[in-house]
């Protein structure tokens, strides 16, 4: 579903007041699973750095603000992962045509949160790893599930938990997540698209669809669930 600036600005009225009739976090769209941690970690790349990954699973916004409340994560950035560079805009992209998909870089310290932790977060209340080219009322290509591994034990990590879930029947259907390429490019996306559902809390979107993945964040993962996101903004300013 294309989301153009303007609409995105200026939603209507009766919706905005229909959205502020409830907290942001009570919505529920998608429901959380609750699954298990991967049998085994992939070990950190850099003993003294930070590391990336690259997820895919729906509009960016709810992804990126999950992440964004998660401990030891440093920056997460709505962006374009899958295509080229050229067509790396929101307007192309959304044609689905691109071979983009809407993605979230997220930069975390592995001394706090394992890359495991993250992806077991990406499968339990990030997206709904069973739907094929679609996230709840967005439909496309670009809203496929996808991991864009950034090394070799990325890859594997990711392919063995894929494995262990489908195993134990975790969903009722079978995981369709993709594993790209390896190290695929990744383009940041639009300004205005950056911490949009932080600065957009009652945006009808926003309370509907990805304000209760974070809710679920924060009653399944309270472990690794930090109240102040980490904006975007910020990280950009070194804050």
Known sequence: ML??????????????????????????????????????????QSAQG??????????????????????????????????????????????????????????????????????????????????????????????RSEIFPQNEAQAAAAKAYIAELDKAHVFKAPIVTKIGAMKTAFFPAEGYHQDYAVRNPYQPYIAFNDAPKVANLKKLFPDVWRDKPVLVAEAAKGE
């Not at 600036?5 to 939603?11: D, E, G, M, Q």
């Not at 920056?75 to 992962?81: I, K, M, T």
């Not at 790396?88 to 992209?93: C, N």
């Open 3 to 44: 989301k153009s600036p303007a609409l995105l600005l200026a939603a209507p009225a009766l919706l905005i007041a229909f959205a502020l009739s409830a907290a942001p976090f009570r919505a529920s769209a998608e429901t959380a699973v609750v699954v298990p941690p991967p049998a085994a970690e992939a070990p950190a």
């Open 50 to 143: 930070l590391e990336t990954a690259v997820i895919a699973g729906g509009c960016f916004w709810g992804i990126q603000a999950v992440y964004q409340h998660v401990k030891g994560v440093t920056n997460a950035v709505s962006g374009y992962a899958g295509g080229t560079q050229k067509d790396a805009d929101y307007e192309t992209v959304s044609s689905g045509r691109t071979g983009h998909a809407e993605s979230v870089q997220v930069t975390f310290d592995p001394k706090q949160v394992s890359y495991g932790k993250i992806l077991q977060i990406y499968f339990s209340v990030a997206h709904n790893p069973t739907q094929l080219n679609y996230q709840g009322p967005d439909h496309g290509p670009q809203y």
